[in-house]
C-alpha cells in the first residue's frame, strides 16, 4: 500500500484527504518508483477543481506531475534501469502517492550533486522550458528572448537554459525581489510588469528591433504586446494561460512581421513524444546540472500532511521557482 494525498471531490485546498492506497500497477516496460518529492503545478490546483483531468491510465483523484525518488522494482522489458537507482520523471499523474509507475523510457537519473528533493522540482519545469525553447521555437546562440513569469518555475528554467545557449534574456516579475533573483540566475534585463510596458522595454534595449523568441505563460491578456515585442521573422510559443484564453487578434503584424506562433502542453502528448523528448534532454541538460551550470530553484518544501497550505502558498503567487512536496515519512 502507498500513501498518497487524494482529492475528495471538486473543490478547494481542504478536499485534499492523506489515505492508504493499492500501490499503483507496472507494467513489463514500466519501473516502481518510491517517490521522495514531488513538485506543484499549476496544473494540479486545475486538477483539484475538477477543470483538468488526467489522460487516460492515470488518476482524476491523485496530482503530481513529476518526482524524484528510487527504483524498488522494474518491469522484464525495462533495461538500463535496477532497484537502487535514484531517478526523477515526469508523470501524466500520481506524483501525490508514495509510489507511482513510470514507463522505462520516460526515467532520468538524478545527477549526483543533487539531492532528491532538488530533482522533484527539475521534469516538468525543464522539459517544458527545453521543449519550448529549443524544440519548438528553434532557439539558438546570439538570440535573444522574452520569458515571462521569471519567477516561476518555468521561467527560472527558461531563463537559465537560455542564459546557457548564450542568448541575450529579457524577462518579467511582479516584484524587484524575483527580478533580482532571476538575474542570478542569467536575466540581462529585468521588466517589472506593475509599472513597465514590457513591449516598450524591449523596443528599447533592442534598438526598435525586438526579440527573436518570446515563451508566454500568461496568454490573451499578452498577445498584441507580445507580438508588438518580437523581431521580423520572430517566433512566439504559448505554454500558458493563466490570463485567459481568449484574445482579439490583429492579424496585420503577425503577417508583416512573418511571425511564427505555436502553442504546447506536454502532459497530453503521445509516450513516443515525451520519451524522445525525456532523451533529449538527458543528453543535453544533465551534464549541465551534473557540472553545476543548471540548478533546480526550490522555494519551499511541504510534507505531504501539509498539500492544503502547499496549493494555498502556490495560489498566492508569492513562491519563486517551485513548491516541493516530501512524503513523509519518504520510503
Known sequence: MMRAAVITEPGGPEVFAIREE???PFGPEDALVAVHATALNRADLLQRIGR???PPGTRDDVPGLEAAGTVLAVGERVSG???GDRVMALLGGGGYGSRVAVHGRMLLAVPAPLELTQAA???EVFLTAYDALVEQCG???GESVLVHAVGSGVGT?????AAQLGCRVFGTAGSPEKLARARELGLEVGIDYRDQDFAEVVRRETGGRGVDVVLDVIGGEYWSRNVDALALCGRMV???TLSGPRTELDLGPLMRKRLRVRGTVLRSRPLEEKAALTQAVSRHLLPLFASGRLRPVVDRTFPLAEVAEAHRYMASNANFGKIVL???PPE
Request: proline share 19%; net charge negative; no cysteine.
Open 52 to 54: 483538468y483531468p488526467g
Open 157 to 161: 528554467a527558461a531563463v537559465q537554459i
Open 22 to 24: 493499492p500501490d499503483p
Open 139 to 141: 532557439l539558438g546562440a
Open 238 to 240: 504559448v505554454v500558458g
Open 121 to 123: 522540482a527539475i521534469p
Open 81 to 83: 534501469w535496477r532497484p
Open 326 to 328: 516530501l512524503h513523509d
